[in-house]
């Protein structure tokens, strides 16, 4: 379900999961396509149940949400719709299954050049 705010932008929401050098990714199962863990709103959650969700059912871990981070804004390709995605710095807290997508950790370093670009600045502000 795409729920809009009051500029019209579909808000999604996702984690910036990290455990020491270390950040979570997400791929599509030819491994072309790396990100953060996210997406749409169900129902009337907040934008930190959904973060929580997704990243739960991405990537089979629980986390911690220990921040609120920058924003993260782009249009879908397909039919130039705004999106406005709230992400948040967390802490693993424990894997409780496999997750829907293909997770790894990968070390912050790699993950630059593996995510989108409008990705990279959720790493500086992090400092790793």
């Known amino acids: 379900m ?5 500029t019209g932008e579909i808000i999604k ?3 910036v999961v990290v455990d020491g050098s270390k950040v979570l990714l997400v791929t599509d199962r030819d491994r072309k396509v790396w990100a953060f863990p996210k997406g ?3 129902n009337s959650e907040t ?5 929580l969700r997704e990243t739960l059912e ?3 871990y629980k986390v911690e949400i220990v921040k609120r981070l920058q924003d993260v804004v782009y249009r879908y390709e397909s ?6 995605v709230a992400m948040f710095l967390a802490k693993p807290i424990e894997k409780v ?5 293909n997770a ?12 989108w670009t409008n990705g990279i600045p959720l790493l500086d502000e992090i400092g790793i």
């Open 13 to 15: 929401a996702g984690c």
């Open 79 to 84: 039919n130039g719709a705004p999106v406005r």
């Open 2 to 6: 795409e729920i809009k705010n009051d």
């Open 104 to 115: 790894e950790w990968v070390d912050a370093t790699k993950a630059r050049d593996l995510i």
């Open 47 to 51: 934008v930190e149940q959904i973060a």
């Open 58 to 60: 991405e990537t089979g």
């Open 97 to 101: 299954d496999e997750g829907e997508g």
């Open 40 to 42: 749409h709103a169900e």
